[in-house]
């Protein structure tokens, strides 16, 4: 049975240039959860993505957004990244209503 | 808007001492979860405590929730280096709700 998979696990990129992170929950779980893991930091909530629809978001920009679809699968897209937007990005998979949190491996973000 | 802070940032312990993380919120919560993210890695579930009050236990760990469900603690027994890593709390406001996380306490321990 194959956990929560994330993709790339690692990128570079360059301020001004967009990004698409991709995430593959648990086997079950439909409802998918993006955060972003500044250094030394906890994860911070970006959004939760269920039937397709977004039903949470966090204090972030309007530069991130996503999609979920119809298999669950979810996409995170930064655009006009800041060198700020360097982080751990974090996919978790969830059951609705289930408290515990599935989280993928991440995708390290480096923005020169 | 809901804030989440977890005392001490750091703790190193010499190994076979013991280890206690504080978590608070500035709302009451539906349910505190527990995560463990070792260096380099990712968060992994440890526990989740739903009851005022409510005690779990988990070999030598032993996690609480407070009664007015704002606050929680984690109490590692007797640390052994493979505890080492950062300990983060996380709770939604509400059953459906976002999980907002903890800065974490990062736990080194001296072999």
């Known amino acids: 049975d194959a956990g929560v998979t994330q993709s790339p696990t690692h990128l570079i990129k360059t301020r001004g240039q967009q990004v698409t992170l991709r995430c593959s929950p648990k086997s079950g779980h439909d409802t998918v959860s993006w955060y972003q893991q500044a250094l030394g930091q906890g994860p911070q909530f970006i959004f939760q993505y269920y039937e397709e629809e977004e039903r949470q978001r966090g204090n972030f920009p309007d530069r991130f957004s996503g999609h979920q679809f119809p298999n669950y699968s979810s996409e995170l897209n930064v655009n006009a990244l800041l060198l700020g937007d360097s982080a751990l990005y974090l996919c978790?998979?969830?059951?609705?209503?289930?408290?515990?949190?599935?989280f993928g491996e991440g995708s390290r973000l480096t923005v020169l | 808007g809901q804030q989440v802070m977890q005392i001490p940032q750091y703790q190193h312990v010499q190994e076979g001492e013991d280890f206690t993380t504080y978590c608070n919120s500035s709302?009451?919560?539906?349910?505190i979860q527990w995560y463990k993210q070792r260096p380099g890695g990712h968060p992994v579930f440890l526990i989740q405590?739903?009851?005022?009050?409510e005690v779990k236990k988990q070999k030598r760990l032993t996690f609480q929730f407070g009664e007015a469900k704002k606050n929680s603690s984690l109490h590692i027994t007797a640390t052994q280096t493979t505890d080492v890593g950062t300990y983060f709390c996380?709770?939604?406001?509400?059953?459906?709700?976002?999980?907002?996380f903890g800065p974490g306490t990062s736990l080194s321990v001296i072999p």
């Open positions: 978790a998979s969830s059951g609705l209503g289930a408290g515990e949190l599935f």
């Open positions: 709302t009451t919560l539906s349910n």
């Open positions: 405590l739903v009851k005022s009050g």
């Open positions: 996380a709770g939604p406001i509400a059953s459906y709700d976002k999980v907002i």
